[in-house]
């Protein structure tokens, strides 16, 4: 049974920081490049972090760039976000995505609001 569960979101106040991660189980971890979506109300699930299957390369939307890194550990199945600087812009139910080939499973999101 394929599964992506992610945890760490929750309300933070602008500045602030949160660390999400998305555990992955049912599959080859390490034959899947990683990513992170996120999603606000009323508009498109958009891209905002990727990481290749062995961890070498990383890419990120140009919103986040310094701010978020992406990072995984191929050992504990685990792909993370790390999320500094918090702006409320980024308020967005949170995705992890894995892909190999056409399989595209997706986690059941995590809400990060950003809010004083």
């Known amino acids: 049974q394929v599964q992506l569960v992610e945890s760490g979101g929750g309300l933070v106040q602008p500045g602030g920081s949160l660390r999400l991660s998305c555990a992955a189980s049912?599959?080859?971890?390490?034959?899947?490049?990683m990513s992170w979506y996120r999603q606000a109300p009323g508009k498109e699930r958009d891209l905002v972090a990727a990481?290749?299957?062995?961890?070498?390369?990383?890419n990120y939307a140009d919103s986040v760039k310094g701010r978020f890194t992406i990072s995984r550990d191929n050992a504990k199945n685990t792909v993370y976000l790390q999320m500094n600087s918090l702006k409320p812009e980024d308020t967005a139910v949170y995705y992890c995505?894995?892909?190999?080939?056409?399989?595209?499973?997706w986690g059941q999101g995590t809400q990060v609001t950003v809010s004083s």
């Open positions: 995505n894995a892909k190999y080939g056409r399989f595209r499973p």
């Open positions: 990481i290749t299957a062995a961890g070498g390369s990383t």
């Open positions: 049912g599959f080859t971890f390490s034959n899947y490049a």
